[in-house]
Antibody, heavy 123, light 108 residues
Framework: QAQLVESGGGVVQPGRSLRLSCEASGFNFNDYAMHWVRQAPGKGMEWVAAMSHDGKTKYHAYSVMGRFTVSRDNSRNTLFLQMTSPRPEDTAVYYC????????????????WGQGTVVTVSS | EIVLTQSPGTLSLSPGETGTLSCRASQTINSRRLAWFQQKSGQSPRLVMSGASARATGIPDRFSGSGSGTNFTLTIYRVEPEDFAVFFCQHYSDSPITFGQGTRLEIK
């Protein structure tokens, strides 16, 4: 059964670093673009970053540009989000999500989400 | 970026009733690249509708999506107890992807 499992969340002090992981199983990970999306407590969803299936193209939201970096290791079926200089407003549940179509597109509808990992930025 | 505004914020229905959720975009969404998701408390989102009107796998036909341009609607006919949740829309026409703030469908 295809699934995504996030890990790496926790409490981090402002300005310290944290790396989130999203491990995929049950499908050909290297055929799909992947995204990170977050949901702050009591708030709506916010798109964070995206990466093409081959890792050659990536996008980041303006709110995290220059601080967060998306990457992937297709040999390990894993997507990453490196969070540097996090701020209290980055506190959220972070989800990884898969696009519905293989290879062709990066920006597309999400047909699979992980269960999320909680990040709390606090001193 | 495209701003998506959903209404109402909360919709109270009794099982068996029909409800309509609205998602309005600040600019035209190309090729109807608009999706709806259902999120129950403590769970990750579930895709309900893509391309504005195409039901996702496993979604019953009492869910119906419509609209184009800047105005989109999700209609739920004969609401059942398992339907009560937060619904949010999302566009995927270009970057940045954005989401509506959500409509909470609650039991009346």
């Amino acid at each position: 059964q295809a699934q995504l499992v996030e890990s790496g969340g926790g409490v981090v002090q402002p300005g310290r670093s944290l790396r989130l992981s999203c491990e995929a199983s049950g499908f050909n990970f290297n055929d799909y673009a992947m995204h990170w999306v977050r949901q702050a407590p009591g708030k709506g969803m916010e798109w964070v970053a995206a990466m093409s299936h081959d890792g050659k193209t990536k996008y980041h939201a303006y709110s995290v540009m220059g601080r967060f970096t998306v990457s992937r290791d297709n040999s390990r079926n894993t997507l990453f989000l490196q969070m540097t200089s996090p701020r209290p407003e980055d506190t959220a549940v972070y989800y990884c999500a898969r696009v519905s179509r293989q290879i062709v597109v990066i920006i597309d509808v999400f047909d699979m989400w992980g269960q999320g990992t909680v990040v709390t930025v606090s001193s | 970026e495209i701003v998506l505004t959903q209404s109402p914020g909360t919709l109270s229905l009794s099982p068996g009733e029909t409800g309509t959720l609205s998602c309005r975009a600040s600019q035209t969404i190309n090729s109807r690249r608009l999706a709806w998701f259902q999120q129950k408390s403590g769970q990750s989102p579930r895709l309900v509708m893509s391309g504005a009107s195409a039901r996702a796998t496993g979604i019953p036909d009492r869910f119906s999506g419509s609209g184009s341009g800047t105005n989109f609607t999700l209609t739920i006919y004969r609401v059942e107890p398992e339907d009560f949740a937060v619904f949010f829309c999302q566009h995927y026409s270009d970057s940045p992807i954005t989401f509506g703030q959500g409509t909470r469908l609650e039991i009346k």
